[in-house]
């Protein structure tokens, strides 16, 4: 279990480190604009090749991906009720709920394998924690302009982390007790979060900061997310 904890939490510890960056060195809203797209290429790719399950039959993907694309609208609905502007529309808290949307499924699925001896994909690991820089990075710098403090931003990127580890822990639990736990759904599940995120929240904030050089850096990360598959 301590293992499973350890991963799940490696794999998303770049979200805290890139979450401070922005503390001590000032990045160009063109540049952010670029790593986010970079970051939504790597995350379509991991869509494609790594999160679509073969375990279950297309109906099943189909509606697991319904209820993760559910899961995160209804979130970010709640966030933008409760922050207003913040929440939706390309916002940074939006992007921080498709973090939590991702990660945490996908720290599950970490689990999942340590606890049934399947082998974890370098690859998808480092696919996950390289994408979240950009995806960390980019609301971040947005949230330090408005006015965020360091403690306040290490609390929250923390938080996601540490809540990724407790997944991971949950995952590698679920799969010892339980017969038949795969992590397909799960991963179908964070399949459909994750394209919600991509078309609500990473994407327009990529292209508002980025231009057209997001969207060549949209293609790059794909490139290079593909290549390691």
Do not use: H
């Amino acid at each position: 279990m301590l293992q499973a904890f350890a991963l799940g939490a490696i794999a998303q510890s770049s979200l805290l480190l890139s979450g401070i960056l922005p503390f001590f060195l000032r990045i160009p809203d063109r540049i952010i604009g670029i790593l986010a797209g970079i970051g939504a290429g790597s995350l379509v790719a991991a869509v494609a090749f790594d999160l679509v399950p073969e375990a279950i039959g297309m109906a099943d993907v189909a509606l697991w991906f319904l209820v993760g694309a559910a899961i995160f609208v209804v979130a970010d609905r709640l966030i933008e009720a409760r922050f207003g502007g913040e929440g939706g529309g390309g916002g940074p808290l939006g992007i921080v709920l498709g973090s939590v949307v991702d990660g945490v499924p996908e720290s599950l699925i970490f689990g999942i394998q340590i606890a049934t001896g399947v082998p974890v994909s370098i690859a998808f690991l480092t696919a996950v924690f390289v994408s979240n820089i950009p995806q960390a990075l980019a609301p971040s710098s947005d949230l330090v302009a408005s006015g965020w403090r360091a403690g306040r931003m290490i609390a929250m990127w923390g938080a996601v982390v540490l809540a990724c580890g407790v997944a991971s822990a949950l995952g590698w639990g679920l799969a010892v007790n339980l017969d038949d736990v795969t992590g397909a759904r799960v991963a179908a599940i964070a399949a459909g979060g994750v394209l919600a995120m991509l078309s609500s929240s990473l994407i327009p904030f990529a292209y508002q900061k980025g231009g057209y050089g997001a969207a060549l850096g949209t293609v790059a990360g794909f490139c290079a997310s593909m290549a390691q598959t």
